[in-house]
Every structure is written in structure tokens, then in C-alpha cells.
């Protein structure tokens, strides 16, 4: 029988939950990587990125990304990937100053920005845009961190590739019907308010260096 596209969704979803709430007995990984199913948190606001099947009533009208307090949320799993139109291998260590995509696990929409004025703040919105994982170009962010690669215990800044604005929180709240959601906005000044640190998640393992081996261990982490 056919599956669906919103029970394959379900299914994937069900499984990263599952997984992460297993405790893998395996070596922590220091370090985010490709194909890595992640919570980001702001940590300035204490809030975690998040998006859901509702739309912004005005700007772009796309499929609004808002910040939540909420720990356990699966609207709130981004896989990271390689920007538009490139493989990042799964496993592989997200380098300092790399451009990748973050995919929205639930909808499978790409987190992106563009010139439209957010709704609260009037700063630049930011947006879930495409389709099972593919978008353009404005969907593309750059990894700012101190080191070679994206620490996993690093407060790191995401600047957007096209526009150069920074993914930010500033602590402006929504209604209903997300009553008490944060709106999230790209801005151009870099400051407390655009710090992320990666949070609960799984963590891909580069592979094994050998000619057969071809797929990623996983790790979870509660």
C-alpha cells in the first residue's frame, strides 16, 4: 500500500523520537555533523528553534519559525544538511565558517530568510520554505564559530548567505493562535540575541574508513 507523504513524515518522526530518547552506549561526538537531527537554543532567550504548519498572516505568507520554551517539542528537530544543490557526507564534521541547511523534520520545509519585514520586531523575516527538503539559495546559512569545527558545547552564531543577517531572538511575543511563541528574526548586528547552542538531538558518526562501510552509526543524546 502507498504511503503518504505526511505518514512517511510520522513515521521518520516516530523514529527520531524514539531514538533520542534511547542512550546510545557509544563515544560522545564533540562536534555537530551532516545528517545530524537536531534542537538549537537560543541562548539569550532560552528558547528553542521551532516551526509547525502555520503560516504568517502577513510578509511572505509562508510557514511561519518561532522560538519555544517547550523541552520535548518535535516541532523543534532541524537535520542539518549541505547547502542548495550540494551533498554534505553523513557523519562529516560541519566546518567553521561552512554554508549549510537546517530542514524542518515535521514538514520538511528548509529554515529561510528573505527581505520581507518580520511582524513583530520589523527586523528581516525568517521563514520555512520548500518541499521534502528542497527550496533556493535563500535557504542557505553560514556556521560562525571560533574554531576549525562546530563545537557541540559552542554558543555559534548562523548568518544568512544572501542577506548577511544574523538568525536572532529578541523576546517579542505571539498570540493566538501561538500564544506566547517568540518570534524569531534574521538581523544584521551581531550580539547576545543571535548565540545557538546545540541541545538534545542525534548526532550522525563519521564513518568507519573502510571500503564496505557506507553508513553512519548513530548516536542519541537525551
Not at 500500500?1 to 518522526?13: K, V
Not at 523576546?171 to 517568540?182: L, S, V
Not at 534574521?186 to 548526532?203: C, D, K, L, T, Y
Not at 564513518?207 to 548513530?218: D, F, G, H, K, W
Amino acid at each position: 500500500m502507498d504511503c503518504t507523504r505526511n505518514q512517511i513524515r510520522f513515521a521518520f518522526s516516530a523514529l527520531v523520537l524514539c531514538c533520542v530518547c534511547t542512550l546510545s552506549q557509544g563515544t560522545e561526538l564533540r562536534f555537530v555533523t551532516c545528517g545530524s537531527v537536531v534542537k538549537l537554543l537560543n541562548s539569550k532567550h532560552n528558547v528553542r528553534l521551532h516551526s509547525h504548519d502555520v503560516r504568517y498572516g502577513s510578509g511572505s505568507g509562508q510557514q511561519s519559525v518561532t522560538g519555544v520554551t517547550a523541552v520535548d517539542d518535535s516541532n523543534s528537530y532541524w537535520t542539518v544538511r549541505g547547502k542548495s544543490n550540494t551533498v554534505c557526507q553523513r557523519g562529516a564534521a560541519v566546518k567553521c565558517g561552512q554554508t549549510i541547511r537546517l530542514t524542518h523534520v515535521n514538514t520538511g520545509r528548509n529554515l529561510h530568510s528573505h527581505r520581507f519585514t518580520s511582524p513583530l520586531s520589523s527586523n528581516q523575516e525568517v521563514s520555512a520554505f520548500g518541499d521534502e527538503g528542497e527550496g533556493d539559495l535563500l535557504d542557505d546559512w553560514t556556521v560562525l564559530c571560533a574554531g576549525e569545527v562546530w563545537e557541540r558545547e559552542e554558543a555559534v552564531r548562523l548568518r544568512h548567505t544572501a542577506t548577511d543577517a544574523l538568525l536572532s531572538v529578541t523576546g517579542e511575543q505571539y498570540g493566538r493562535p501561538i500564544n506566547g511563541q517568540r518570534e524569531v528574526h534574521a538581523m544584521p548586528q551581531a550580539s547576545q540575541h543571535n548565540f545557538w547552542r546545540v541541545m538534545e538531538g542525534i548526532f550522525m558518526k563519521p564513518s568507519l574508513q573502510q571500503p564496505r562501510t557506507s553508513s553512519a552509526q548513530l548516536h542519541s543524546e537525551l
